[in-house]
């Protein structure tokens, strides 16, 4: 066994009692996850401040002077030590809580030391709680360079595991590797990477002997996390696409012919001619498809399915399209039976409400070849549902279901179906890599002539007036508006009664209009019922939770108001603008705030008043917030622990280490060669292989 895999107890300064608590306050039972458990920041401890030049910027401080005088405070556990110090520009206090016997015996008066610590403003002085002092006697006694500084917790704090003590136990753990660091990389990736080794980035990464040697100990350490991601996903895919035989879709026949001269709309923007044609390849290349179409609401993804779909039934194929909702399926089924009229094409729609009767017939004519195309929710997916040919199926905003339901689509076929997965929610490429990494993806970046964009406009919650007024004048012109309530699990008890009280005020402000209301606690069938009173244009206003966000399409609304809009995410807020600007009326979505908000959410707003890219949103949300916020990435999740990369920041190390992963998987896709036999053991080590289930997508 390596050194690596040994309990954290053996080592110096740990023992049992203190390997208890690292195992449980931060997960490290080894000396490996001990070695690996990083530095979050490091302070130049050259530098030497005076008093006089503390504020409130400096996390953490060197002073150098004597303590004048002690005095305590309090009795019992309230009890406190407090040490006079200064410099000569100025007084700090130095504070204890605890230990107060050992500290008054162990600091004398008078005598220079080095002060190391966090000052806090408290009563108008400057203190340092529990700081860390050595004596100095001369030049020599000064700390050198760069200290890295280690999260704990208070648990760990309250047993003298703080960040000292933290790289005391990593300083000993690395002794007892002695310089026998195994590597963690094949020599080929190292060499390609231009990489430092593996001993030199830890040694690095926690005692730099400079910022330089830091920085390649950083983007080594960065690159390996970034790489075996890459590397799962990448040799995934390969092997996916080796072993899996797809349906091979040869010609191109009457119904899509028949329907680009008749049927088409509008002329196909230059973004969907690119997708289909990408489609085209994949289905002709006798491997199964798995395809991610990113475009943002109204770019004409629903075109694209169609005219695939066309093709799958050209070559003697069945197709099906499965939304997350039922008022979803319908409006899908409707577009369809529109687009495709005056075709000899059955389209059937298949939800939960379908009667008994109807389904028990939809079932026959499915399995007899009489359907063409099925559209419906995840009653698609249940095991009576049996297709003559399924070839083609497209999957509608893909993170509303989870991957074991798609898995069932699967074994609808002696083979499995091509799929398209579609979503109106823009993916950043480093989360698309990493996240949806398997799939291939493609964009429509491009809206269909006609549209203009919505205007997005920032308004303050006291000046309802105007904006009550611009409403009026627009529900006058024929069109409708939405009202969107914030509603947050943690508070939706009351979010819900501010929804009530939201719905009486808009009825009063408005009597002359009907107003309905719809929020996520109403029963399927009540939902549906609001839905198509507004859809039909009988109601002028909706008031709603955010339940309207997916999907839904009324051409006639042109005004979103957000309420608290500093309550909601980036990629919502864009979400949700998109359930206007659908017609060929101008549209506005205006934001709602109160006049005080944070530096965070006015940047927020800013972008969401001069931007309606959804990539620029939603780099600009993953900056903002982080990838584990983002919609959709929870349940399919990034293979391995982040413990040092950030897929934000470090986006350029993450496209070389696809590379490297890319250039290694095409040479040796089963990493059969003796020098790969180190990744194939950091894989297994790192969690094996997380995709049973996500061959759907």
């Keep these: 066994m390596s050194i690596l895999q040994s309990e954290i107890q053996f080592v110096p300064g740990v023992g049992p009692k203190r390997a208890a608590i690292l195992n449980k306050e931060i997960e490290i039972f080894t000396v490996g996850d001990l070695l690996r458990w990083y530095p979050y920041r490091y302070i130049d401890r050259t530098r030497i401040y005076y008093i006089h030049e503390i504020d409130n910027i400096l996390a953490y401080i060197q002073l150098k002077g004597k303590i004048t005088a002690f005095e305590t405070f309090g009795e019992g556990r309230k009890r406190r030590l407090v040490a006079h110090f200064t410099d000569g520009t100025g007084f700090v206090d130095l504070i204890w809580f605890q230990g107060i016997r050992f500290i008054e015996g162990k600091y004398k008066l008078n005598q220079e030391y080095i002060v190391f610590g966090k000052p806090n403003l408290f009563n108008g002085k400057w203190n340092i709680a529990h700081p860390e002092i050595d004596p100095f006697l001369n030049d020599s006694d000064l700390p050198q360079g760069l200290m890295a500084m280690y999260n704990t917790t208070e648990k760990m704090k309250n047993h003298y595991l703080n960040s000292k003590a933290m790289q005391k136990i990593i300083e000993n753990a690395f002794s007892l590797i002695n310089g026998n660091m195994p590597e963690s990389l094949s020599s080929d990736v190292i060499k390609e990477a231009k990489l430092t080794s593996i001993h030199d980035a830890i040694e690095n990464i926690h005692f730099p002997k400079s910022p330089a040697k830091l920085k390649d100990a950083q983007y080594r350490l960065k690159f390996e996390e970034l790489f075996y991601i890459q590397l799962s996903i990448v040799r995934y895919a390969a092997d996916r696409k080796g072993k899996l035989n797809g349906f091979i879709f040869h010609r191109v026949g009457d119904n899509l012919n028949s329907f680009y001269k008749k049927n088409l709309p509008f002329p196909l923007t230059n973004a969907q001619k690119r997708v289909i044609k990408e489609i085209r390849k994949d289905t002709a290349s006798g491997k199964q498809m798995n395809r991610l179409l990113q475009g943002d609401v109204g770019s004409g993804k629903t075109l694209v399915a169609i005219m695939c779909m066309l093709i799958a039934l050209d070559n003697g194929f069945q197709a099906c399209m499965m939304a997350p909702t039922e008022i979803l399926a319908s409006q899908h089924f409707e577009t369809f039976t529109k687009m495709l009229s005056g075709m000899k094409l059955r389209i059937e729609l298949l939800t939960g409400s379908t009667k008994k009767k109807d389904r028990e017939k939809l ?266 916020d983002l919609e959709g990435t929870q349940q399919s999740g990034i293979p391995f622990d982040l413990r040092i990369a950030d897929l934000v920041k470090d986006n350029d190390i993450l496209f070389r280490a696809r590379e490297v992963a890319e250039e290694l998987i095409e040479n040796d896709p089963s990493l059969e060669l003796p020098e790969h036999e180190v990744l194939k053991q950091q894989l297994s080590r790192l969690g094996g292989n997380r995709y049973d289930w996500s061959r759907i997508s």
């Design 363 to 628: 079932h026959a004519e499915l399995q007899s070849g009489e359907i063409n195309i099925l559209i419906g929710t995840h009653a698609l997916i249940e095991d009576v549902v049996q297709f003559k040919n399924l070839g083609f199926v497209v999957i509608d905003e893909q993170h509303r279901f989870g991957v074991a339901q798609r898995a069932k689509l699967w074994s609808k076929n002696n083979r499995p179906p091509h799929v398209l997965v579609m979503t109106a929610t823009p993916i950043p490429r480093t989360l698309a890599m990493t996240v949806y990494g398997d799939l291939d993806v493609s964009v429509i970046d491009e809206l269909p002539p006609g549209r203009k964009p919505v205007q997005t406009l920032h308004r303050f919650d006291k000046k309802r007036g105007e904006l009550y007024n611009f409403i009026r004048k627009e529900i006058n012109s024929g069109r409708q508006a939405y009202i969107v309530y914030p509603l947050i699990e943690e508070s939706e008890t009351l979010d819900l009664k501010n929804l009530e009280e939201g719905y009486e005020h808009i009825k009063e402000a408005f009597p002359e209009f009907t107003v309905c209301k719809m929020h996520g606690r109403m029963k399927p069938a009540e939902k549906d019922e609001v839905m198509q009173q507004f859809v039909s244009g009988k109601a002028n206003i909706m008031v709603s939770t955010t339940v309207i966000e997916v999907g839904v399409n009324v051409p006639n609304a042109s005004v979103m108001v957000i309420e608290s809009a500093q309550r909601f995410g980036l990629s919502q807020l864009h979400q949700l603008r998109g359930r206007v600007g659908r017609g060929a009326d101008q549209s506005y979505c205006i934001l709602l705030t109160p006049y005080e908000l944070s530096a965070d959410t006015r940047k927020r707003i800013g972008i969401m008043t001069e931007s309606n890219d959804g990539f620029v949103i939603a780099e600009a949300d993953l900056k903002l917030r982080g990838p584990g």
